[in-house]
């Protein structure tokens, strides 16, 4: 029941997100030149580099040329990295383990693709701003052991998605976490890899139907006398 859940709960997170979007899109297609979406596309074609901001405005013949316009598209690129890690978060809580579960990790998921997007848009096609975002990281010094090397796998997913909204892909990031998302609950279900005694990095999704009842407390015999 819980996986089912799940999935229904994704796949319909998923239906909403993707029809709405078409839905707007299909009604008002001028707002997909103000809009972080396209980027994937010069990607995929090995286009010249361009800045987020360029690509959005070549995406069509709206061009982000006002403050009101940038913010607009900043906001949604940020809303958008929020949107996809959403539901990332709903996998991890579902599938890992009691033991090992963390909380904090929850809040990485859904936090950090915001701040990379921001950071990937302030450092675009400036190398001065790369080389000091560089000397301001390693001088903060972030010592934080993850649990699991399973762990891990949702940290990346969380930098990818924030790369890929602050260039102006949405789509890519929005795809990513899709691909990701199913395949850690096919994992999940499957229970592939799993081995008797091994170390768990997911809940058990079958769990013992018949577990050793705990044993009821014996009740005090009549010759003892009552405690106080």
Do not use: H
Not at 8 to 28: C, H, S
Not at 100 to 110: A, F, G, H, N
């Amino acid at each position: 029941m819980r996986a089912s859940r799940l999935i229904v709960q994704l796949t319909l997170y998923y239906a909403i997100i993707l029809g709405g979007t078409f839905l707007l899109l299909q009604a008002y297609p001028e707002l997909r030149g103000y809009l972080p979406v396209g980027g994937a596309q010069d990607l995929i074609s090995a286009s010249e580099g361009k800045s987020a901001l360029d690509s959005a405005a070549t995406s069509g013949d709206p061009k982000v040329k006002s403050l009101a316009q940038s913010l607009g598209w900043l906001s949604v690129a940020i809303l958008g990295a929020l949107l996809t890690a959403l539901p990332t978060s709903w996998v991890y809580m579902s599938t890992r383990t009691a033991e090992e579960y963390d909380q904090s990790l929850i809040s990485s998921i859904l936090i950090l693709p915001l701040v990379v997007t921001s950071i990937v848009i302030v450092v675009q096609n400036s190398l001065a701003l790369a080389f000091a975002l560089g000397g301001i990281a390693g001088a903060v010094r972030f010592k934080n052991s993850l649990k699991s090397s399973g762990d891990a796998l949702y940290i990346l997913l969380s930098v990818g998605v924030g790369l890929a909204s602050g260039i102006g892909a949405v789509e890519l990031a929005f795809v990513m976490a899709l691909f990701f998302n199913y395949c850690i609950v096919l994992l999940w279900v499957s229970e592939y890899g799993e081995r008797a005694g091994m170390k768990r990095f997911m809940s058990d999704f079958r769990p013992e139907t018949n577990p050793d009842p705990v044993p009821a407390p014996t009740p005090p015999s009549p010759t003892e006398p009552p405690k106080a």
